[in-house]
T-cell receptor, first 115, second 116 residues
Framework: DGGITQSPKYLFRKEGQNVTLSCEQNLNHDAMYWYRQDPGQGLRLIYY???????QKGDIAEGYSVSREKKESFPLTVTSAQKNPTAFYLC??????????????FGPGTRLTVT | AQSVAQPEDQVNVAEGNPLTVKCTYSVSGNPYLFWYVQYPNRGLQFLLKYITGDNLVKGSYGFEAEFNKSQTSFHLKKPSALVSDSALYFCAVRDMSAGGYQKVTFGTGTKLQVIP
């Protein structure tokens, strides 16, 4: 999981509360990504960011928000509008942002349980 | 739109036997393909990628993948399976709708079980 940290590893929240998941990288990567993983559905992209102060919606952005104020950090907020937030959340990064084909590096994940 | 399909939810193989995890793809244009591995409650780890050139791509931990353009496949292989290879394997394709950005679309994953 080198170079990308996600905290906490497990998170429990009550329904109706917003919660923020942390993602930090020291790989000097420009691009960062948030994925949601559910059993049998693979990874689905929530948001991605290519540079500081810019981000794009992925395939399932509804009920989520992000910010990219620093190159190293890309926090994800799961809002009360997300209808089924219980899932395993993965953060990733890659570099450079354009040209060539580059793999992504993943953090260890945060398992969110909302009851 | 780009997509990948992993037709097997689970693959079982005896330790020491060769293993194959299947992936087929659908792209418009040149395919850029990846394999990742995920151990329980962990993030994904990159194994290998195909960009162009040799159809046999070698990666980490003794894995390799065979690109077949006519069959639109990118199967992951290993000559001799280890119990420690038991994990969830994901195939992915670069999503060219995002332009030059490194956005990818993942398959649904195949669970590999290596039996001692």
């Amino acid at each position: 999981d080198g170079g990308i940290t996600q905290s906490p590893k497990y998170l429990f929240r009550k329904e109706g509360q917003n919660v923020t998941l942390s993602c930090e990288q020291n790989l000097n990567h420009d691009a960062m990504y948030w994925y949601r993983q559910d059993p049998g559905q693979g990874l689905r992209l929530i948001y991605y960011s290519q540079i500081v102060n810019d981000f794009q919606k992925g395939d399932i952005a509804e009920g989520y928000s992000v910010s990219r104020e620093k190159k190293e950090s890309f926090p994800l907020t799961v809002t009360s509008a997300q209808k089924n937030p219980t899932a395993f959340y993965l953060c990733a990064s890659s570099s450079p942002t354009t040209g060539g084909v580059y793999e992504q590096y993943f953090g260890p994940g945060t398992r969110l349980t909302v009851t | 739109a780009q997509s990948v399909a992993q037709p097997e939810d689970q693959v079982n193989v005896a330790e020491g036997n060769p293993l194959t995890v299947k992936c087929t793809y659908s792209v418009s244009g040149n395919p850029y393909l990846f394999w990742y591995v995920q151990y329980p409650n962990r993030g994904l780890q990159f194994l290998l990628k195909y960009i162009t050139g040799d159809n046999l791509v070698k990666g980490s931990y003794g894995f390799e993948a065979e690109f077949n353009k006519s069959q639109t496949s990118f199967h992951l292989k290993k000559p001799s399976a280890l119990v420690s290879d038991s994990a969830l394997y994901f195939c992915a394709v670069r999503d060219m709708s995002a332009g030059g950005y490194q956005k990818v679309t993942f398959g649904t994953g195949t669970k590999l079980q290596v039996i001692p």
